[in-house]
């Protein structure tokens, strides 16, 4: 079946521009979770989903950064005036329910902040 | 000081060896224990979970030791293909995956 898909897969945006990265879960999967690596560091974990809410926003670096999930499936991270540091690949996970659950990750978007 | 520390690598062994990498965790609270496989420019996936008994994959063993809060992944046999970054997780009540920085490994012919 589909796995996780996720758009743009990169993206390149000036300094200051705002960006829209999308995630489609794996179909059923009730959890979605937000992820982003910069270059030679693990997975630091954004924020968390169950169905259409966000249950934990505890790891988004600043309010400049915004994700939703209006119905329960699409997942948007949505970032504003984007800055040089927020360049990294930003990955979406989805699992049945909850971390405790294999989360199965997308292909990421690799952002570039020039 | 990290929730999840493992030592970066690289580590670089030839066909057929057998390689060990260890990870330590510092919150006592973690419930679920992971190994997952990271290929360059890739997204990670999940190679094995690992349990208190300890686990074995194949030519893949986990370990885990919650009194020194340590797990450990040994690769018997080494592939071309085990080429990769291997990431130490740990999960705490259900949500979100802690991961470590990753060990590198890269095996030669």
């Known amino acids: 079946g589909a796995g996780v898909s996720q758009s743009p897969r990169y993206k390149v945006a000036k300094r200051g521009q705002d960006v829209a990265l999308r995630c489609d879960p794996i179909?059923?999967?009730?959890?979605l979770f937000w992820y982003q690596q910069a270059l030679g560091q693990g997975p630091e974990f954004l924020t968390y989903?169950?169905?259409?809410?966000?249950?934990?926003k505890s790891g988004l670096p600043s309010d400049r950064f915004f994700a939703e999930r209006p119905e329960g499936s699409v997942s948007t991270l949505k970032i504003q005036r984007t800055q040089q540091e927020d360049s990294a690949v930003y990955l979406c996970?989805?699992?049945?329910?909850?971390?405790?659950?294999?989360?199965?990750f997308g292909p990421g978007t690799r952002l570039t902040v020039t | 000081r990290k929730e999840v520390e493992q030592d970066p690598g690289p580590f670089n062994v030839p066909e057929g060896a057998t390689v060990a990498f260890n990870c330590t965790y510092s919150?006592?609270?973690?419930?679920?224990f992971f190994w997952y496989r990271q290929d360059c420019r890739k997204e990670p996936k999940l190679l094995m979970s690992v349990y208190s008994s300890g686990n074995e994959d194949g030519r893949f063993t986990a370990q885990l030791n919650r009194a020194s809060q340590y797990i450990s992944l040994l690769i018997r046999d080494s592939k071309l293909s085990d080429s990769a970054t291997y990431l130490c997780v740990v999960n705490q009540a259900g949500t979100a995956l802690i991961f470590g920085k990753g060990t590198t490994l890269s095996v030669s012919s």
């Open positions: 996970a989805s699992s049945l329910s909850g971390g405790s659950y294999e989360q199965y």
């Open positions: 179909s059923g999967h009730v959890s």
């Open positions: 919150n006592s609270a973690s419930q679920s």
């Open positions: 989903f169950q169905n259409e809410a966000q249950l934990d």
